[in-house]
């Protein structure tokens, strides 16, 4: 699935920026029938409906002509939201000072959930404390990050 995934983000980054936005994420999720492909958009004053419709109108005129996804799929556009996921180094980076919470892909001490404060990033590691205890987890071992909102 990571081959789709970064022929996906090479295809519709540049529909995205070419409306003044910024591609956040990607996810295709497979299950039953049909596949899901939601794309995340961000941009520094805020996304509407209408941003995510006119991304999501341009999307998928490229999408039907290129035929990257086999078979049906449905095509969600939105905004990352307050509890925006984490895909990239450079998101990370973003966020540093935040409370994070994240699913590795393989157990780490026992577990793969952490929730705790994002310190930085090193190298390709982002640095978690967890409960007074710092932790180093490779970026390719996350399998789902997200911003924990403030209220």
Do not use: H
């Amino acid at each position: 699935m990571a081959a789709v995934d970064s022929t996906l983000k090479a295809l519709l980054q540049p529909v995205v920026e070419a409306l003044d936005c910024e591609l956040w994420g990607l996810e295709l999720q497979s299950g039953g029938k049909r596949k899901l492909l939601r794309i995340y958009i961000d941009r520094e004053d805020g996304i509407g409906v209408e941003d995510c419709e006119r991304v999501s109108r341009q999307s998928g005129s490229v999408l039907d002509v290129e035929d990257v996804i086999s078979g049906e799929y449905i095509l969600e556009v939105s905004s990352p939201g307050m509890d925006r996921p984490l895909y990239e180094l450079a998101q990370y980076e973003r966020y540093i000072g935040e409370d994070v919470s994240l699913r590795l892909r393989f157990a780490y001490d026992g577990r793969r959930n952490f929730k705790g404060r994002l310190v930085g990033v090193d190298g390709d590691e982002i640095v978690l404390v967890v409960a007074d205890t710092e932790y180093l987890f490779p970026v390719e071992g996350i399998d789902k990050a997200n911003v924990v909102p403030r209220f």
